[in-house]
């Protein structure tokens, strides 16, 4: 297997506190991977650390990406390297509309120009594959926007785009079922052999209709155990509780 990201040893801090304690992560072409863990256990942390928010810092270690060393670059920098990441609480920007918030996504990642016919069938393509209101590309981005819709918009980002990592952090937090079945749906229609996927949640809802290559468990800032899908199903049954230091 080729591998895709590699996260050696990495310690990050949030201010004067320290997040994370030591991770280590590698990540294969065409793997998805889960991150779980409680609340406060370095999740978020770890996704963020690996786009550079310069809300966290990097005290040791290093992140590898595509066999480059990403650990100090900048954020847009590494989403141009071909890394994406769907936000908890995605942003709203009023007067800016969907489409043309993605066309100029699309321009900077690649440094091409976006030509509109193909664009725009790819776009329609995708949202009727992800149940989409098109009425929705004409508005405000998320503006407005139900749970359900930003999450899903989330989702048609990391299709249009086409990265080579996708990190979805928390994507299933507050969804129904249907919406749940839908962000697996796109999932599934992004992953091919040569990309990979990176999903942080705190539990299994998402994972009853997409199966995972491997689960992280993440308490207090370490990878304590690693497993196959049926790790996530032994903890929707027992817990976090055995695995606490």
Known sequence: MEKLLEIKNLHVNAGEKE????INLTINKGEVHVIMGPNGSGKTTTANSILSNPGYTKSQGSIIFDNEDITHLKTDEI????IFMSFQLPEEIPGV?????LKYAKNKVTGKPVKIFEFKNELKKCMDELKMNPKNMDRS????FSGGEKKKNEILQMLILNPKLAILDETDSGLDVDAIKTVSKGIEMFKTEENSVLIITHNTKILNS??????HVLIDGKIVKTGNASLAKEIEEEGYEKYKI
Do not use: C, H, Q
Not at 79 to 82: E, P, W
Not at 97 to 101: A, L
Not at 141 to 144: F, P, T
Not at 210 to 215: A, E, Q, S
């Open 97 to 101: 509309s969907v489409t043309n918030f």
């Open 210 to 215: 997409l199966k995972p290559d491997y689960v």
């Open 19 to 22: 997040i994370l304690k030591g």
């Open 141 to 144: 981005l998320n503006v407005g």
């Open 79 to 82: 989403a141009r390297k071909g």
